[in-house]
């Protein structure tokens, strides 16, 4: 199940944005009924919460709380079952960075819901390697996405 709620008061393509999670969910095999939370939020909560949870200045982009600390299943196993946890966006920070990554603003949100998606599910960037595999399988899965569309 993936909820969103839009608290941020900017408008990205929502119908969008859930059809990805879905699609992403499947791509990953994670099972159909794991719980996934999206929230836009505004840049004055956002940047509470960076602060508050990664000791940092300012609005962000994304950030994700994970809940059950769920893995990628092996192509053998039933695909993993649970809560996935929180992805949180602001669109308004997501809207001014996505011209310098050469998207529009949807698809800059797109872009950083698989990102946050992949760190609910244990994936990082702390350093090189983990950050290319990492960055590996979110380019594959936006490209399988617009392959899809």
């Known amino acids: 199940m993936i909820d969103l709620a839009n608290e941020s008061g900017a408008q990205l393509d929502e119908k969008q944005l859930l059809a990805l999670a879905a699609f992403a969910l499947r791509e990953l095999r994670i ?6 939370s999206i929230v836009l939020m505004d840049p004055d909560t956002m940047a509470s919460y960076h602060q508050q949870y990664l000791q940092l ?3 962000t982009d994304v950030m994700s709380f994970p809940m059950d600390e769920m893995r990628l299943g092996d192509s053998d196993d039933e695909p993993p ?4 946890g929180d992805i949180v966006l602001c669109p ?3 809207t001014a960075q996505a011209p310098e990554n050469g998207r529009s603003p949807d ?3 797109q872009y950083l819901l698989i990102h946050g998606l992949l760190h609910l599910l244990g994936f990082d960037h702390d350093n090189a390697e983990d950050k290319v595999v990492m960055f590996s399988l979110n380019d594959r ?3 399988a996405w617009q392959g899809a569309k």
């Not at 099972?31 to 996934?36: K, Y």
């Not at 079952?81 to 996935?84: D, E, Q, S, V």
């Open 141 to 143: 899965l936006i490209a």
């Open 57 to 59: 200045p300012g609005p």
């Open 107 to 109: 698809e800059e949100a």
């Open 92 to 94: 308004q920070v997501i």
């Open 31 to 36: 099972h159909p009924q794991s719980e996934l």
């Open 81 to 84: 079952l649970g809560l996935l």
